[in-house]
């Protein structure tokens, strides 16, 4: 049996080296992204960095840097380690829900999270030019532009905009009503609408389909849920 001195260093041992690999924890995430530290970050490592992030959010264990150090030190120049395509939705915010923070991540963001020529072009300047060993499609519960196109509403320029997430309505079968009341229905399309997204990218992109097959980038789809704040890759 353990004496109560011995269970009282042990317990204290535990607390000091969760407290030292914290603080290694915070001293990693702080430090700016150099094109060292990035080259340094495999696709699946940069993956990890984004679920552990995610973990930290959920938890309520955010790290808190300083971040204009990080200002100071991205000044010359930027090497993030990943690249999202998301929604504008106020509640999915990429750098929050991932615990990211300045010079980390690359952000395109439009209503409904699709992919469209100027979207493929920013991704290519994030992967070919700049080095971004992932990208993450982030779709989400909910989602009003997703809502949208199943209702097909028109108003002005957002008529346009939701034809790009036509082909995943399409692509969804439902079981119930293919109208924004089925939750289910909604889900799904959101769903297709990232794995059709992903799909699009290699096939539009020779250069980032290049980078693929080069195994120095990975694409992978991902959804986050609005009540929760998780966020569930697809692969
Ligand atoms: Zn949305």
Sequence with gaps: MLSRRAFCTCASL?????????????????????????QSVSPDDAINRLKEGNERFIAGKTINCDLMAQVKGTTSGQAPFAT??????????????????IGDMFCARVAGN?????????????????????????GHSDCGA?????????????????????????????????DSKNKVFVQAVAENNVKLGIAMLTKKSPIMKELVAAKRLRIVGAMHDLATGRVSFMA
């Design 14 to 38: 535990t607390f000091a080296s969760s407290l030292a690999s914290n603080a290694v924890h915070a001293a990693d995430a702080c430090a700016v992204m150099t094109r060292e530290r990035q």
């Design 84 to 101: 999202v395509v998301g929604c504008i939705d106020s509640r999915v915010p990429p750098e929050l829900v991932f615990d990211q923070r």
């Design 114 to 138: 699709f992919i469209n020529t100027d979207i493929i072009g920013s991704l290519e300047f994030a992967t070919k030019v700049t080095g971004t060993p992932v990208v993450v499609v982030l």
């Design 146 to 178: 997703i809502k949208g196109a199943i209702d097909h509403v028109k108003l002005g320029n957002l008529t346009a905009m939701l034809a790009n997430i036509e082909p995943a309505v399409k692509a969804t079968k439902a079981s119930g009503a293919r």
